[in-house]
């Protein structure tokens, strides 16, 4: 069974950066579509962005486009997220998890704790 373990949230002013990073043990991901995900209160779950098995193909959701950048290294079984120009609007837990490239749905049905990430006005 996979386990996702993300970090590298915080408390941030807006404008600024955090790097998130989504560390696998369990099973090898190389095989799958990485994502992260969001959830702010009283929110769904959303989608923010993904990347190919290869790690040549990315894509954003249109609220984070040009602000964060997804990336992953099969050797460490690992996904990161560069969040870059945060907005108060990006407060909310952040996933990660493998996702299904067409629909951008989650694949595994159970999800990590998440990290939160909040950016101050």
């Known amino acids: 069974q996979v386990q996702l373990v993300e970090s590298g949230g915080g408390l941030v002013q807006a404008g600024g950066s955090l790097r998130l990073s989504c560390a696998a043990s369990g099973r090898t991901l190389i095989i799958y579509h990485m994502g992260w995900f969001r959830q702010a209160p009283g929110k769904e779950r959303e989608f923010v962005a993904a990347?190919?098995?290869?790690?040549?193909?990315?894509a954003y959701a249109d609220s984070v486009k040009g602000r964060f950048t997804i990336s992953r290294d099969n050797a460490k079984n690992t996904t990161y997220l560069q969040t870059n120009s945060l907005k108060p609007e990006d407060t909310a837990v952040y996933y990660c998890n493998a996702v299904q490239w067409g629909t951008r749905r989650p694949v595994f049905g159970t999800w990590g704790q998440g990290t939160q990430v909040i950016v101050s006005s």
């Open positions: 990347i190919s098995s290869s790690g040549g193909n990315t």
